[in-house]
């Protein structure tokens, strides 16, 4: 299979579940789609303008998940696992139905969605992939949370710290390089939050759909879910997992590395932003065996592009 090629998924895959925030329940369905695509979803309760692409431009919403909207207002939330899945597996094509507003926690992490993708298989296609490759560092920094992007070689880096009071989350530190290290604990790693912020965030209309089985929850010094962590730096991971999903909305692998300090949703998508209003930020390269780019000289790494 090679690496230089979009890929889709080899049959439907059907999920069913509460969504976090909203606690309704939804059917969703990703099915294969033609190269050149995209991601696409499709809210199949919904019979007019019922199409909303995941496009950073389209993030309506950026507080706590990451919603998107389309031009008349129609919108799934809580897409950012489900896209950390996609694109940690390389998948550029996918058309995914839903028939409610959010989609499905599960188990609070993107483990069921790899799994499942893994069980049925990828589809190679014909069409070469399109990376964003970063040409200039750009930074974005709200108080004390920051975010920057700087070219690198090859690969995409994410380069991620959280900083809790919180003595059992504390000061967690990780980084990968999504297309080369083995993600299994990023995909794994669970959602989390802090007991005395639950009434709150109910009251906000928030976490209706939460519970221990889909949410790691943080008490003092204790940890409420029976079973314990899932992995030492579950916390960080979680955050890496959502950024993986939030970059996404780029709609392209980048080649580019992240370093981010206590960041989330909002603070990758305002970076995303401030990178693509500007065309010297960034170049979109076509990978053709014919044609790479200068970053590829070395074709011993492009398996690690896949
Ligand atoms: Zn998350």
């Given at each position: 299979m090679s690496v230089l090629n979009q890929k889709t998924i080899n049959t439907n895959l059907t999920f069913k579940g509460v969504g976090l925030h909203s606690g309704l329940l939804a059917t969703m369905t990703v099915k294969p789609a033609e190269p050149n695509s995209g991601i696409i979803f499709k809210r199949t309760d919904i019979k007019e303008d019922n199409i909303i692409i995941p496009n950073i431009f389209n993030v309506s919403s950026a507080v706590f998940c990451t919603t998107i909207s389309n031009e008349s207002g129609v919108s799934v939330s809580t897409i950012e696992h489900l896209m950390g899945a996609?694109?940690?597996?390389?998948?550029?094509?996918?058309?995914?139905?839903?028939?409610?507003?959010?989609?499905?926690?599960?188990?609070?992490?993107?483990?069921?969605?790899?799994?499942?993708?893994?069980?049925?298989?990828?589809?190679?296609?014909?069409?070469?992939?399109?990376?964003?490759?970063?040409?200039?560092?750009?930074?974005?920094?709200?108080?004390?949370?920051?975010?920057?992007?700087?070219?690198?070689?090859?690969?995409?880096?994410?380069?991620?710290?959280?900083?809790?009071?919180?003595?059992?989350?504390?000061?967690?530190?990780?980084?990968?390089?999504?297309?080369?290290?083995?993600?299994?604990?990023?995909?794994?790693?669970?959602?989390?939050?802090?007991?005395?912020?639950?009434?709150?965030?109910?009251?906000?209309?928030?976490?209706q759909g939460g519970s221990l089985d889909n949410a790691i929850v943080v008490k003092d010094n204790e940890i409420l879910n029976e079973e314990g962590l899932r992995n030492e730096k579950e916390f960080v991971n979680h955050k890496i997992l959502d950024c993986m999903g939030d970059l996404y909305l780029s709609g392209y692998k980048i080649i580019g590395k992240i370093v981010c300090s206590q960041g989330g949703h909002k603070l990758t998508n305002q970076l995303l932003r401030k990178v693509f209003q500007n065309n010297e930020n960034f170049s979109l390269v076509e990978i053709t065996e014919k044609h790479l780019p200068n970053v590829f000289v070395n074709k011993s790494h492009l398996r690690s592009i896949a």
């Open positions: 996609l694109y940690g597996l390389g998948i550029d094509n996918a058309l995914i139905e839903i028939d409610n507003q959010e989609v499905p926690i599960l188990d609070g992490s993107a483990k069921l969605f790899v799994a499942a993708i893994s069980k049925i298989g990828i589809k190679n296609s014909d069409a070469p992939i399109k990376i964003v490759k970063i040409e200039k560092k750009i930074e974005f920094i709200d108080g004390s949370k920051t975010i920057s992007i700087e070219p690198s070689k090859i690969s995409l880096d994410i380069d991620f710290e959280l900083k809790y009071e919180n003595e059992i989350i504390g000061t967690q530190k990780n980084s990968v390089k999504v297309f080369e290290s083995d993600l299994s604990d990023i995909y794994n790693s669970r959602t989390f939050c802090l007991f005395e912020d639950i009434e709150k965030l109910k009251e906000m209309g928030l976490a």
